[in-house]
């Protein structure tokens, strides 16, 4: 029988959890294939992943998992990475768990400048606990929990990790599987924060606002949404607000913090000796 | 890299509780420490801060008390013998991953240098106000190890203690100190390296093993990176760690095991001191900071042949409950000293016979140590002299 050539990387007899049509599949897939194409030996690598749907992604693949408390998967890797600076750390976290409740993390890790590999998944909503209003939501939209329209702001999480001081920072939508893998293999080959930001599609939850259950509409949606941050800069501000800009924002080179831990070590040791 | 002779050889030095703690968690092992300031367990952040890096280990300030102690349980699953310190605001708000740390049954070390509260409270005045927290601060049911020094020279052997017995029943261990033993410069002898026990956590021996959890005598635990495909979750679990949150048998033998990793071993974890008890029909039963004046009461009342005993608790919780109830039931009254409103009282009261009169007793004014002639004087009060 013919067998998938990324089967090796799933859990034998763990199902995955997700709603038909949930983006979390592609994602996870995208990750594998990443990882696959560089060779990099996945026991060497660690996936620290907070709560919410996103949490679960590595749940189902055969790979180390710290599986956390809400908000907190960043400042478990921190520990992770820095307690063994050669493996290579991969924090899944959601727009609730890592810009609501997690967000003074997100913009320490940066600041920081810690060897870790984040993989947001925005979904616009809180998806598992039944549809209420995110960080992430857009302005006057409704959910469970804004039954009369959305009278805050979303974040615009790459804006924030970027003046936070990250090294590399991208944004793209499930549709963007191509982009998605390629800045993921970058992220993961990085020295320093990588940012990856995917707006992903919740048939369930988002779409039930939204009237679209259908997972290929709403990947249709999230394509015709989409504009390339060079293109967004010939357009006018108003336009701007219902797109999602997408792109690689930041690629540059600082050290990490374990790296410039290691040499602060060796600075302090070579004083004694 | 290890080589902790280079921070200090053993003799005789004068040092703070909070340093004690420092070091002595660096000569168990400890090579991760996070912390966010807080008054007044600073002292233990900067000599780590200092010294870490001299034996190879690592010291992060964390953005908030929530992240140090999560990069505690992140670094201790990758290897490293890992602590964090407090005092009462952040010890609250480390609950939530100390309950992460149980259910992942990961070793760590957590120092709490009590202050009066609740909420900011008095921050360098000491109380005695964390005791049911230390026990009872996350959310569901657990059991953990809880001690507490009541000298400089006992914080540091305590917080060896700490880490071996964390590392051998993969369990947080919590010491509770306050601002005055944290504070306080004494006398600390420090031995010969090589004489002090270190217990290091089992590692599984080979690549097929993995049952890693819930094990009554204790399962092996491996590190991140290391080849098993390891499964960790705050949720509930079977043996081998894969989540199941259907299934009530899950959390049934979850809890079950937990508790009886802890229960099962329970005579070789707590530990009590003891004072003329074989005369005594009155006993003083106190710890931490209190014993101290507690012992010198007892030598003043031993001096005008009054028969007084002394019980210092050092483990807290799990409440050393066989060994308490024999001794006390075995006296008329006891008087409990604690600096709060009661808390390990209500334990006595628990554990005694009904026929047995149990006061207690705080000090003068919350917040300042109990004077040995005060405790004099409610001692005559309570035996009738």
Known sequence: ?273 | MNNVNEIIKPGNYLMMGNEACALGAIIAGCRFFAFYPITPANEIAEYMSINLPKVGGIYIQMEDEISSIASVIGASWAGLKAMTATSGPGFTLMQENIGHAIMTETPCVIVDVQRCGPSTGTPALPMQGDVYQARHGSHGEYEIIVLAPSSVKDTFLLTIEAFNLSEKYRVPVIILSDALIGHMMENVEIPDLSSIKIVDRKKPLKLDDSQFFLSEDIAPMPTLGSGYMLHITGSTHNEKGIRNVYDPAYVNNLIYKIYAKIHKHIDDIVKIETRYLDDSKVLLLSYGSVARSALHAVKLARRIGLKVGYVRLITLWPFPEKIISNIINSVEKIIVLENNMGQIFNEVRRVSHKDIEVKFLPPDILGTIHDPLYIMNNLRKFIGE
């Open chain 1, 1 to 273: 029988m013919y067998e998938h050539p990324l089967a090796k990387y799933f859990r034998k007899g763990v199902r995955q959890p997700f709603c038909s049509g949930c983006g979390n599949g592609i994602i996870a897939q995208c990750i594998i294939r990443a990882i696959d194409e560089l060779k990099i030996d996945i026991r060497k690598i660690v996936f620290v992943c907070g709560i919410g749907c996103s949490g679960w992604i590595s749940t189902f693949l055969n790979v180390d998992t710290l599986h956390t408390t809400h908000g907190r998967p960043l400042a478990f890797a921190t520990g992770v990475k820095l307690g063994n600076p050669e493996l290579k750390v991969i924090v899944l976290t959601g727009d609730g768990d890592g810009a609501a409740i997690g967000g003074n993390h997100l913009i320490h890790a940066a600041r920081r400048n810690i060897e870790i590999l984040t993989i947001l998944v925005n979904n616009r909503i809180y998806g598992m606990t039944g549809g209420q209003v995110a960080p992430t939501t857009p302005h006057s939209m409704k959910t469970t929990t804004t039954p009369y329209g959305n009278i805050e702001y979303p974040f615009d999480l790459c804006k924030l990790v970027e003046a936070a001081g990250a090294s590399y920072v991208a944004r793209w939508t499930t549709f963007h599987v191509k982009q998605l893998i390629s800045s993921i293999k970058k992220g993961l080959l990085k020295e320093g924060f990588s940012f990856i930001e995917v707006v992903s599609q919740c048939p369930i939850q988002y779409g039930k606002y939204i009237d679209v259950r259908e997972p290929a509409k709403l990947l249709l949606m999230l394509k015709d949404l989409s504009i390339n941050k060079d293109k967004a800069k010939t357009i006018n501000e108003k336009e701007l607000k219902e797109k999602i800009i997408i792109g690689e924002f930041v690629n540059k080179e600082v050290i990490g913090f374990s790296k410039a831990y290691e040499q602060l070590i060796i600075k302090v040791r070579g004083k004694i000796e």
